[in-house]
């Protein structure tokens, strides 16, 4: 590990007064889980590390209609949030899929959003979410929509001088949800996965649709075109495998060690079919 001097700033303000006086040469260290594997690997060689875990920023809450997450809430407390399971279920669901246990006991919310890897659960569920993220730095704060946020692969629009301070996201309980994922093995990165969200208004016919997908790009992707054909139609299964082929269609994923290209092509196909029907039949209230 490279040698580097560690501080533990009190309050935010603090903190963000040392990302401004360092800047490129500083760290933030929350749950560790993707930054000090980069430390130990020496991939990330910082003269700061600027450790924030001691600030006020892990309130779990909900106001005007909006599920506010700080920056600080640990994966664990997706999973067991009754106010996550009550406003926005599909987070859950998604935080289940993390690693494994000591990971989700660690990691934090905003900690994966700002290591912004594209195969990550949470940066795909808070691009379907149409989630903000609210960041802070010594000069200002400032919001930002998740699907802005996230740049390319470990990128995001974050100022080196800048934190993740809180999340927030519309509520969509009347919707229904499902994630589905693929990976090698339990706890990997899904070599793809998908977030799907579907509401269904009074006369039977889908209100609300939204599907992204990670892994398939360098970032997370919503598929706008597989959404608009199934807003305002019946939620039937011939119109769900039409939009999921529309998603697989507009899809060109890199290949890597892992997988091939076209391989996470098909595999994003097949669960944008699974996501979709399982959150059809869950906002028609039949799972």
């Known amino acids: 590990m490279h040698p580097f001097e560690y501080a533990a700033p009190e309050t935010l303000d603090d903190a963000l007064a040392l990302l401004r006086a360092h800047r490129d040469e500083a760290r933030v260290l929350a749950g560790g889980q993707s930054l000090v594997p980069l430390l130990n690997y020496r991939l990330a060689r910082p003269r700061v590390v600027v450790d924030i875990t001691g600030l006020p920023l892990g309130g779990v809450g909900v106001d005007d209609g909006r599920l506010r997450l700080g920056a600080l809430v640990r994966h664990h407390q997706l999973e067991e949030s009754d106010a996550?399971?009550?406003?926005?279920?599909?987070?859950?669901?998604?935080?289940?899929?993390?690693?494994?246990?000591?990971?989700?006991?660690?990691?934090?919310?905003?900690?994966?959003?700002?290591?912004?890897?594209?195969?990550?659960?949470?940066?795909?569920?808070?691009?379907?979410?149409?989630?903000?993220?609210?960041?802070?730095?010594?000069?200002?704060?400032?919001?930002?929509a998740a699907r802005e946020f996230f740049t390319g692969p470990l990128t995001t629009a974050l100022a080196p001088d800048e934190i993740v301070t809180e999340v927030e996201i519309p509520a969509t309980p009347a919707h229904g949800w499902a994630v589905e994922q693929f990976a090698r093995r339990a706890g990997d990165f899904g070599l793809v996965t998908v977030v799907a969200l579907v509401s269904v208004d009074r006369r039977g016919r889908i209100e609300d649709a939204r599907l992204a997908l990670g892994g398939v790009a360098d970032r997370p992707v919503r598929a706008a075109a597989a959404e608009d054909v199934l807003r305002g139609e019946e939620p039937i299964a011939e119109r769900v495998a039409w939009a999921a082929e529309i998603a697989r269609e507009r899809l060109d994923p890199?290949?890597?060690?892992?997988?091939?290209?076209?391989?996470?092509?098909?595999?994003?196909?097949?669960?944008?079919?699974?996501?979709?029907?399982?959150a059809v039949d869950c906002a028609l209230g039949t799972r």
């Open 84 to 144: 996550v399971a009550r406003h926005c279920p599909v987070l859950r669901e998604a935080a289940r899929l993390i690693g494994n246990v000591r990971v989700r006991a660690l990691g934090t919310l905003g900690g994966s959003l700002a290591h912004a890897d594209p195969a990550a659960e949470l940066p795909a569920a808070m691009t379907a979410l149409d989630a903000r993220l609210l960041v802070a730095s010594a000069t200002g704060r400032r919001t930002i």
């Open 254 to 278: 890199p290949s890597d060690a892992f997988a091939s290209g076209a391989y996470r092509r098909l595999l994003a196909g097949v669960l944008c079919r699974r996501a979709l029907a399982r």
